[in-house]
């Protein structure tokens, strides 16, 4: 502590008003964390854990991972503590979405690929398909069309 602020390497630990837990470890200057840190919270009595660089107000942001206690995960980028820009959701069935987020919703182009291997790519808008999207074998031969209207 550096004149009564959290100053340098450290780890806080804190519920809500709503019983949700949190805990953060990071180096810290003047009371805000800087640099990379980890954050690990429990919310609905299930774990996340998120890997990367941490704002004032402890929010996500920039570049980073984050994994859950269902086996899903996520690696890219944040802003304001949600999925922002380019980045890959992994669920727990080996499926995958590698594009771009907004808002924490899939928009934009991007690749979804089954546990199989074989994958469609096109366009998304509001975490749903729009426009034609191409359906590939896992030897990435086009294998059908399809139009999301």
Known sequence: MVDGKRDGYGIVYSTTHDNNTWLYECEWKQ???????RYIWILNNKWR???????????????????????HS??????????????QWNWS????????????SRIGQGRYTNADGTYYE???????????HKHYNKDGVLTKEQDHK
């Open 122 to 132: 096109g366009e998304w808008m509001g975490d749903k398909q729009v426009g034609v």
């Open 93 to 104: 069935n080996r499926d995958s979405f590698l594009g771009q987020w907004q808002n924490d």
């Open 74 to 87: 996520y690696q890219g980028d944040y802003k304001q503590g949600e999925r922002q820009g380019q980045g």
């Open 49 to 71: 854990k998120y890997e990367g660089p941490l704002m004032n107000g402890y929010l996500l942001t920039g570049t980073g991972s984050m994994q859950n206690e269902d086996g």
């Open 31 to 37: 009371g805000s964390p800087v640099n990379k840190g």
